[in-house]
């Protein structure tokens, strides 16, 4: 018997994600017109359906595991490297912060830079210089280029953009 | 022969310099994306979405037709070439490819796969040409009953017949269809899973969770769970031409698969992976070397690449004449579609026949350029995968975020594409398949429009979707579709107790 407490977390998930929409379903008006149904018929049923499938993952998950889940044998994989899943979050949420006032070049050096060094690079200088000449590559040809408009930041008395 | 008269007309449109050149474009930027490991085409096609911005529809599209070619080819090399298929439709090919490259016959193997992908690619196209008219005239008669039905059909191929497992594929297709009722109601114009967050009310994009997914979900995976293991990439060795006995065992594998693959693409079934897998045991078991298999039988990768091709095309014609998309890459082609203001379906045909056309043609167009330019290009490709993974997958985060972030300049999608990205990362850690949610975010607004128009034209009467006949057909084969592999396992399991 296998039993992995992930996948009773996963399934309780589905399962309040369901119970989630159902609530939010309670605030949606029921009015309609020809149809008889509102917009708060198709969220029912979703809410229906969540919760169903996170029944059947939670029976599964508590009567010996979920069902044909891959062999640990086909799975080439190693432990869970929690440095890399945290260098390359940071990244992302560093990236989210900078965007605004520092500008798309220099969020994506730096996005660029962590994300190097989740995968084990050593040499952060070096990936940051690469990170910068390619965001800003980048930022030249969307903003020059294609008119999309991008924040140039603390850079955009030099570059140009928003 | 109204389709040829249409095609004719579409050769005209993609044939004129300026298409001919997106087309090219497309075909490259496709293919060197796709090579990059871990960037399936699903992923290409979302990242490349922002650069057609500044194009007229039949560009755009006609660019994206050479991306979704370029991008598949761009795959198969990679599969061959260093074993990590970037989507579960190439891994047969990897199963025979990477043998052959390990025995210094990677030339071969990425030969038979281009010029099988082209053989596929073209036959499959013809089949289209010759189908979507006849799709087209049925399609006309549907009302609004007759679609919700053949979405359920979809929505239940893709999600529970499909995957591994019915229950993951059902979890992911109901979250999908979730995160499909956030922003404002079409019908009444009510907001709905907002919580009053404008960037919320436009709802959600499915580039966004195409690439949450994909992206930063396989990029989190990767560096989690993998990058720390050796990797292998083979050398790019051996002639690249086939020897005369390659050719004999080459051709009749990729007929065999084109005959397999289409028609999987093109019932709204969705998904090369069962096309590739069956045509590997076919070949496996049609083969005169079957001893060669496992350790590099060209027929094992001949039959899957043209399977998963031919499969590829044949998505198109629910896509085109249906406007239904069944794997996560039509799903995002349609997104493509969408943001021209482009609703295919029957009418398009009509309404605008010279984009349809020229898009078909553009595909006759596009599998030739592939051919030409590519083979010979293969050792430039090659060299794209000896890019260092630090480096290669922190650029593929830089567009990512920067896909995201255009849509409204603003750092709540990137939030959004964060939080894909946590839940793309724990469905690849727990085998829960991607593609459902993704079909289900983008066709789950378009179901409940048409289940609510039904119901208006039948003033809130539901027997409609049962006593109209197609509709009733559609919602008996989808019952049937779930109701019989459970009663067959069933009864095993009573046998065998």
Known sequence: MRRSGAEVALSLAVLALGAGVAFGTVFLPAQSGYARIGPNFIPAVVAFGLIVAGAFLLVEALSGGWRSMPEPAERTEHALHRGAFAWISGGLVAHMALMQWAGFVLAGAVLFACVARGFGSARALRDALVGLALALGVFLFFVRVLNVSLPGGWLTPLIGGL | ?497
């Open chain 2, 1 to 497: 022969m109204e389709a040829f008269a249409g095609l004719l007309q579409g050769f005209d449109v993609a044939l004129k310099p300026i298409n001919l050149l997106w087309g090219f474009i497309g075909v490259t930027l496709g293919t060197f994306v796709g090579v990059l490991p871990g960037v399936g085409p699903a992923l290409t096609v979302a990242m490349l979405l922002p650069l057609t911005a500044q194009l007229d529809p039949t560009g755009a599209l006609i660019m994206f037709a050479g991306i979704y070619y370029g991008a598949m080819f761009g795959g198969s090399t990679t599969t061959i070439l260093l074993n990590t298929p970037g989507e579960s439709a190439s891994i047969a090919t990897a199963l025979e490819g990477n043998k052959m490259a390990k025995a210094g016959r990677a030339g071969p193997a990425l030969a038979t796969s281009a010029i099988g992908s082209f053989v596929a690619g073209t036959i499959a196209v013809v089949l289209l040409t010759l189908l979507a008219p006849v799709v087209v005239e049925v399609a006309l008669k549907f009302g609004p009953a007759e679609y919700f039905a053949l979405m359920v059909f979809a929505f239940t191929t893709v999600a529970a017949v499909l995957g591994a497992s019915t229950t993951r594929g059902l979890a992911s297709l109901f979250v999908g269809l979730m995160l499909g009722l956030v922003g404002i109601d079409s019908q009444t114009g009510q907001p709905r899973f907002a919580f009053g967050v404008p960037e919320l009310l436009d709802g959600i994009d499915v580039v966004v969770l195409a690439v949450g997914l994909f992206a930063v979900g396989e990029t989190l995976y990767v560096a989690a769970y993998t990058s720390r293991l050796p990797e292998t990439l083979e050398k790019m060795s051996g002639s690249i031409w086939m020897s005369a006995q390659d050719w004999k065992r080459s051709v009749p594998a990729w007929l065999r698969a084109t005959a397999i693959g289409f028609p999987f693409g093109s019932i709204p079934a969705g998904g090369a992976e069962i096309p590739t897998f069956l045509s590997y045991s076919l070949e496996k078991k049609l083969s005169k070397y079957p001893e060669e298999f496992g350790s590099g039988a060209i027929e094992g990768v001949a039959g899957p690449e043209a399977a998963n091709n031919a499969s590829a095309t044949g998505v198109l014609v629910p896509l085109l004449t249906l406007g239904i998309p069944t794997s996560a890459t039509a799903a995002i082609l349609l997104t493509a579609f969408q943001n021209y203001g482009i609703q295919p379906g029957p009418l398009l045909f009509q309404i605008q026949p010279d984009l349809v056309w020229g898009l078909i043609a553009s595909m006759y167009v596009g599998n030739v350029i592939l051919l030409v330019l590519n083979l010979p290009l293969i050792g430039i490709w090659v060299k794209v995968l000896s890019i260092p993974r630090p480096m290669l997958y922190a650029g593929i985060l830089v567009f990512a975020t920067l896909g995201a972030y255009s849509l409204h300049q603003s750092w709540v999608d990137l939030l959004t594409l964060y939080v894909f990205g946590l839940l793309g990362f724990l469905m690849r850690r727990f085998d829960i398949p991607v593609a459902p949610a993704v079909i289900g975010l983008i066709l789950g607004p378009l179901a409940e429009t048409q289940f609510r128009r039904a119901l208006s034209i039948s003033q809130g009467d539901a027997s409609v979707f049962l006593t109209q006949p197609i509709s009733a057909a559609f919602l008996a084969v989808t019952a049937a579709l779930v109701v019989v592999p459970w009663l067959v396992r069933r009864r095993r399991a009573s046998k065998l107790g």
